[in-house]
C-alpha cells in the first residue's frame, strides 16, 4: 500500500479521492459514486456540514488538460471511507491515513506562526539562487586570492571589496588589521631606502603575518596589480631594531 498524500488548502489538511481510491484498490469512479451517496445523506442531517469530509474539486487531465471531477477529502471524511470498508483493506487503509494526517500535522507544528505562501515561496527560490551566484563568486575570488599568495586578512579583504565592486551591496565588515606601513614609509622614517628595507626583512624572514600582510598593490610601472607585503607595528618595531644595530 503506497503512502498517503496530504496537503494544506486554506488551512485545511486534505487528500485526494484519487489517493484513496488508488490505496483502497477502489476504481477512481466508483469511489466518487459512493462519496456523491455520503454526501447526499449527511445532507439531510442540519448539524452535519458535508464539507467537513469531502469538498467537491476538479483536477486537470493529463495530456488534453480535460477537467474531472474529484473530492477533496479531509481527515473525517478518510474516517468515513475506511468504516465502510472491511477486512484488511479497511485496516491498512485506517493505518494509513491516521499516519499521513498525524505526520503533515507534525510538520506544520514545527513550521514558524506565518507559514509562506506561494509569493514567499517564489521570492524564497529567488534569493536563494541569488545567494547561491553570490557564493559561487566568492569562491572563485577567493581562489584568485590564494593563488595570488596573498595573506588571510589580505585575501578576506580582497574578497570582501571585490565582491562588493560586483554586486554594489555591502557584503560585510572589514577585518581590523591595525595600522600598516609600506616599505616606503618604513624606509623614510629611518633615513633609508624601500630596497634596503626590504633586503633586511627577506634576510630575517619579517615577511610573515607575524610582522604583517601580503596585500595588493597597484604597480609603480603599469595598470596591474602586485602583491606587496605591508608591514604592522611589530614588523615597524623590528625593522628599526635590526637598523640600529
Same mark, same amino acid.
Given at each position: 500500500?503506497? $503512502?498517503?498524500? *496530504?496537503?494544506? &488548502? ?10 484513496? %481510491? ?12 459512493? *462519496? /456523491? ?14 464539507? $467537513? ?6 483536477? /486537470? ?8 471531477? &474529484?473530492?477533496?477529502? @479531509? ?6 471511507? #475506511? ?7 479497511? =485496516? ?5 491515513? *491516521? $499516519? ?6 507534525? @510538520? =506544520? ?20 539562487? /541569488? ?11 577567493? #581562489?584568485? #586570492? ?5 595573506? %588571510? ?39 633609508? @631606502? #624601500?630596497?634596503?628595507?626590504? /633586503? ?7 615577511? @610573515? ?35 640600529? %644595530?
Amino acid at each position: 500500500m503506497n $503512502d498517503l498524500k *496530504i496537503f494544506d &488548502c486554506g488551512g485545511q489538511l486534505y487528500t485526494d479521492s484519487r489517493e484513496v %481510491a488508488k490505496m483502497v484498490g477502489k476504481d477512481h469512479a466508483h469511489l466518487m459514486r459512493d *462519496i /456523491k451517496g455520503y454526501v447526499d445523506v449527511l445532507g439531510k442531517n442540519p448539524k452535519l456540514v458535508s464539507s $467537513d469530509f469531502f469538498v467537491p474539486s476538479v483536477y /486537470k487531465q493529463a495530456g488534453n488538460g480535460k477537467e474531472n471531477p &474529484c473530492y477533496l477529502i @479531509t481527515k473525517k471524511g478518510c474516517e468515513f471511507v #475506511a468504516n465502510k470498508l472491511t477486512g484488511e483493506k479497511g =485496516i491498512l487503509f485506517t493505518a494509513a491515513y *491516521i $499516519d499521513a494526517f498525524h505526520s503533515m500535522e507534525d @510538520t =506544520i507544528k514545527r513550521l514558524p506562526e506565518k507559514a509562506p505562501n506561494e509569493s514567499d515561496w517564489r521570492l524564497i527560490r529567488s534569493e536563494a539562487m /541569488k545567494l547561491n551566484a553570490k557564493t559561487k563568486a566568492f569562491k572563485a575570488i577567493m #581562489a584568485a #586570492a590564494k593563488d595570488r599568495h596573498l595573506s %588571510a586578512v589580505a585575501a578576506q579583504v580582497y574578497g570582501i571589496t571585490t565582491m562588493e565592486g560586483l554586486t554594489g551591496e555591502e557584503v560585510a565588515a572589514l577585518p581590523e588589521t591595525g595600522k600598516l606601513y609600506t616599505a616606503t614609509e618604513i624606509a623614510n622614517a629611518l633615513h633609508t @631606502t #624601500a630596497a634596503k628595507i626590504g /633586503k633586511v626583512a627577506n634576510a630575517n624572514n619579517l615577511k @610573515t603575518d607575524e610582522y604583517g600582510i601580503w596585500a595588493l598593490d597597484k604597480s609603480r610601472y603599469s595598470g596591474k596589480q602586485v602583491n606587496t607585503f605591508r608591514y604592522n607595528q611589530h614588523g615597524k618595531d623590528k625593522l628599526k631594531e635590526l637598523f640600529s %644595530a
